[in-house]
């Protein structure tokens, strides 16, 4: 379940995705197969292969993407969450939710 984001900023993250651009939305999210985990970054992008090239740059793999409702995308969690948003100078996020 996801907590901490509006409407708003989901709507502009489907929009960025849909559009293949790399986007990034970070929300706070609960879920007991990852304990220790309280927020999750999804990076998302329509463009596949723009998608799995980031993802390699990044040292992901890419059997990691999700393909679901329609807005292909990564989920970031613990070290990884931290180490990529501080590459990708994503600050405003790294800020809000405390990474």
Known sequence: MAFG?????LHRWKLEVSS?????????WI???F??????TKVGCSDIEK??????????????I??????PHYDLFG???REILRKEAIWEQIKRFNL
Do not use: M
């Not at 984001?5 to 900023?9: F, K, S």
């Not at 293949?20 to 706070?28: D, R």
């Not at 999700?66 to 807005?71: E, F, G, L, R, W």
């Open 51 to 64: 998608l799995k090239t980031w993802g390699r740059s990044h040292e992901l793999d890419e059997h990691w």
């Open 66 to 71: 999700d393909y679901k409702d329609k807005y």
């Open 79 to 81: 070290e990884y969450q």
């Open 35 to 40: 304990p220790g985990c309280d927020t999750v």
């Open 31 to 33: 879920d007991e197969r």
């Open 20 to 28: 293949g651009q790399i986007a990034f939305l970070t929300h706070y």
């Open 5 to 9: 984001i509006n409407r708003q900023e």
